[in-house]
């Protein structure tokens, strides 16, 4: 699409782990918006891998899409163990980016996934409870990032966000305050955020628009969120420079 920023050089596969120690939190959803963002708008072949082991709601939403005859254009494996890992490095030839649906209530799973990433995405809603759980899944990367060489950058992506516009700005209090709360404890929050979250998850699930031949065609805010997520490459390419995983962070209150 001409509206979007070239594709800079990528890792070969790009690695996105989409991660929260609790679920709800819009990380399959993500997973699923995100993959149609790299394979439609820049045709990549992407894999996204569910690996939550409770609920295995991108396999669910996958197959029942297939079923309606929906042309979805990423592929989906369900592997919900902790050698999720192993996974990434077998399907790595075959993709030119993998996301990684993680977390939940399994830190095992999620851990095993953070050292194959180049990219972690700690996705939270604006809730103070999920906010507050942004911390401990940070923590759980660090461990299992300690031995590993592998450069990854941490992107906190906020989701379910209210709307409040003014002057073009989004002056919800509770969107400010949230993102505030992280932003003052160091971590790194995409400027783009997800608002409109019951679209995206009946999108998802096949169930927005009478008669549409894709649902998830429309990518909407995710095209802000896919771009701001590789642009990072573009400037690495053009300084000679990688991002990584930061030092630790405060806590938020």
């Known amino acids: ?12 596969p790009l690695v996105v782990t989409l991660g929260n120690l609790k679920g709800g939190v819009g990380k399959t959803t993500s997973a699923f918006f995100l993959a149609s963002y790299f394979a439609t708008v820049h045709q990549l072949r992407v894999l996204v891998i569910d690996a ?3 609920s295995q709601t991108g396999y669910s ?79 759980a990367a660090e461990e299992a990032a300690a031995e590993s060489s592998r450069a990854i950058r941490v992107r906190v992506l906020m989701t379910k ?48 628009g009478d008669g549409a031949e894709n649902p998830i065609a429309d990518i909407a805010e995710y095209r802000q969120v ?3 997520l590789i642009r990072p490459y573009l400037d690495a390419a053009d300084n000679d420079r990688v991002p990584t995983l930061p030092s630790a962070l405060e806590v938020p209150a």
């Open 226 to 228: 896919g771009e701001e």
């Open 1 to 12: 699409m001409t509206d979007s920023i070239a594709l800079p050089p990528l890792p070969e």
């Open 161 to 208: 966000v209210p709307v409040t516009m003014k002057n073009g700005i989004n002056v919800s209090t509770e969107y400010r305050s949230q993102r505030g709360n992280l932003e003052d404890a160091g971590y790194d929050v995409f400027e783009s955020y997800v608002s409109g979250w019951k679209w995206y998850r009946e999108a998802a699930d096949g169930e927005v």
């Open 61 to 139: 939403w996958y197959r029942r899409l297939q079923k309606e005859n929906v042309d979805i254009p990423f592929e989906l494996i369900a592997f919900p163990s902790r050698h999720v890992n192993d996974c990434i490095t077998d399907n790595a030839a075959k993709f030119d980016v993998i996301i990684v649906d993680a977390g939940g209530e399994s830190a095992d799973i999620f851990k095993a996934a953070v050292p194959e990433s180049d990219e972690l995405i700690l996705v939270t809603s604006v809730s103070p409870s999920e906010v507050k759980r942004v911390p401990s899944t940070y923590r």
């Open 52 to 54: 939550d082991p409770l």
